[in-house]
């Protein structure tokens, strides 16, 4: 099993962990010999977008030292070779990380298996949305890339320009488009996300205006369940091995992670770092997201 339950996407809703249940540890050495597989959020875990945040590539090269795996696994839009290549230049080595599943990579995958079905489908016309100087893993000759949302035959909600752009922009660009009933994807389901250290509305959060415009939203990224099955799988472990997911929110992180029935360590950095600590709990009991484990920082 990975952690508590068969590996696969279950059907039924694991029973949530008491408060009183949640352990404090205050570094991964107490853990590392409990788990094969650590599956390691990036944003707010690892690094702020700009550099490593103090102790977290040590903690990994000690991870990987005791023979373990660990997976990236990362609510993003862009490919996860890009993802790796940030990870990289900001100091993380390959060595200490076996592979990183980025939810942009996943998402275009499914569409190219057709798993999601028309209207996604390659070669169709898609209108990706982000950073105009950004490249996502959509952002490909696989489509017919328009630029306009109302011309396309489905939206990729991949990125976000927050705050350049405000959220009533985005409300004025969608409108028509939802009114003509285009599709959407969103390859990112984060709400908010860190820019220049201020938290700024992420593409969930243009997803979910998108729906309350009436258009129709598909969702691949953490924490619906597709996402996790391919970071097992992608990590090729015995059927016996034992895996947690390490991250910062209590939403995306620790919620989809115990829908697989993975045990689940929370790090008090990132989103909700200001946040105190009964706070922070209490919005994970909200969220139906106990972790089994909370950490105040990603280190050894």
């Not at 570094?27 to 700009?50: A, K, N, P, S, T």
């Amino acid at each position: 099993m990975f952690g508590r339950a068969p590996v696969g996407i279950p059907t039924a809703k694991p029973a949530l962990t008491p408060l009183a249940d949640v352990k404090r540890i205050t570094g991964m050495r107490e853990i590392v010999e409990r788990f094969d597989l650590f599956l390691v959020d990036q944003y707010g875990v690892l690094h702020d977008g700009v550099a490593a945040c103090l102790g977290t590539i040590d903690g990994l090269n000690r991870i990987a030292a005791y023979g373990r795996k660990v997976v990236v696994l990362t609510n993003s839009g862009k490919s996860s070779a890009a993802n790796l290549d940030r990870l990289r230049a900001l100091g993380f080595a390959g060595s200490c990380i076996d592979a990183v599943v980025s939810s942009g990579e996943v998402a275009l995958q499914c569409v190219k298996s057709g798993v999601l079905g028309p209207p996604f489908m390659t070669g169709a016309a898609a209108c990706v949305i982000g950073r105009a100087d950004e490249r996502y893993a959509f952002s490909s000759d696989d489509f017919e890339l328009v630029a306009h949302p109302q011309d396309a035959a489905f939206l990729v909600f991949a990125g976000s320009d927050a705050p350049r752009i405000p959220l009533q922009a985005y409300h004025r660009e969608l409108a028509s488009a939802a009114r003509a009933g285009v599709p959407a994807i969103c390859v990112n389901p984060d709400i908010t996300m860190m820019r220049d250290g201020e938290l700024v509305p992420a593409p969930g959060a243009i997803a979910r205006l998108y729906e309350d415009l009436g258009g129709a939203v598909e969702y691949v990224g953490k924490p619906h369940l597709l996402i996790f099955a391919q970071a097992i799988a992608t990590a090729a472990l015995d059927p016996d091995a034992r895996a947690i997911m390490i991250g910062d929110s209590p939403e995306h992180d620790v919620a989809g992670a115990r829908q697989m029935g993975l045990s689940t360590l929370l790090v008090r950095t990132g989103i909700h770092r200001d946040l105190p600590e009964p706070q922070l709990l209490q919005l994970c009991e909200q969220a139906d997201a106990i972790p089994d484990f909370l950490m105040p920082a990603f280190r050894w």
